[in-house]
């Protein structure tokens, strides 16, 4: 059987490279893309521990926490369509209204 | 699946990104089934491979961003946000690595079994977490609301 660290350290790597990849690129799709990365990521910690402790909870954590990143990607995309409609851009480093 | 999501943050092309990430998400339902979570493992092909990557890809044939793709990718101060995730894992570590078993539950392999694990969660769900659940058809409701008023030509 798998210790339940590989999977907690697979989670957080991935996590991790989901917050860099937020942090380094320009393009806002795969801004929006990373944070679906950092939420896939804490699902495979949460099934692993549903797994390992044997609790239901995790799992339905997980339906949970599908939904609210299903509702995140709708409004986020029409975040950027109003965004590209108006600024012509997807460059996050172009959008600067909100510099003083 | 390391590889894999470093090739999503790197890729060049946001479709390619897209891509790739359906890759991940093919990845992340196989290990739901090793762990035995087989509705999970469904719900993660259905949902994210098949509504959030198709949407994903919708919009960005729709706004048509080539003229976008050459050119920098990175932000500016990357060496900084590269740094700052290194450090964070490296703090991370050291709680992963002095893990210490807890109580085990109730829901053995054996019993989840019995019952099937679709028939489990959803008995649990419509139980025991019945109001989250209608807090999350509140949440898709104004998602969908607040998608199309976001996304509706200013006349």
Do not use: C
Not at chain 1, 34 to 55: K, P
């Amino acid at each position: 059987m798998v210790p339940i660290n590989y999977y907690i350290i697979l989670s957080a790597v991935i996590f991790m490279i989901g917050a860099a990849g937020f942090l380094i690129r320009r393009n806002v799709f795969i801004m929006l893309m990373s944070i679906e990365v950092m939420l896939n990521a804490v699902n495979i910690s949460l099934v692993a521990f549903s797994h390992y402790l044997q609790d239901m909870t995790g799992q339905i954590f997980v339906l949970f926490i599908i939904a609210v990143a299903a509702a995140e990607a709708a409004v986020g995309l029409a975040i950027i369509v109003s965004l590209f409609r108006n600024k012509a851009t997807v460059h996050a480093d172009k959008i600067t209204e909100m510099k003083g | 699946m390391i590889l894999i999501s470093v090739l999503i943050i790197t890729a060049k092309n946001p479709v390619n990104s897209v891509l790739w990430m359906l890759a991940l998400f093919f990845h992340i339902a196989a290990l739901y089934l090793f762990l035995n979570a087989e509705f999970l493992a469904a719900v993660q092909l259905i949902l994210y491979a098949g509504a959030i990557l198709v949407l994903f890809l919708f919009v960005i044939m729709m706004l048509n961003v080539r003229e976008e793709i050459t050119g920098k990718r990175f932000m500016k101060g990357w060496p900084i946000g590269i740094a700052l995730v290194v450090s964070v894992m490296l703090l991370l570590y050291f709680p992963i690595s002095r893990l210490i078993h807890g109580p085990v539950g109730q829901y053995t392999i054996e019993a989840v079994k019995a019952e099937t694990n679709a028939k489990t969660v959803g008995r649990i769900l419509f139980t025991d977490y019945l109001f989250p659940f209608e807090i999350a058809s509140l949440i898709l409701l104004i998602a969908i609301v607040g998608a199309m008023v976001l996304a509706k030509k200013r006349t």
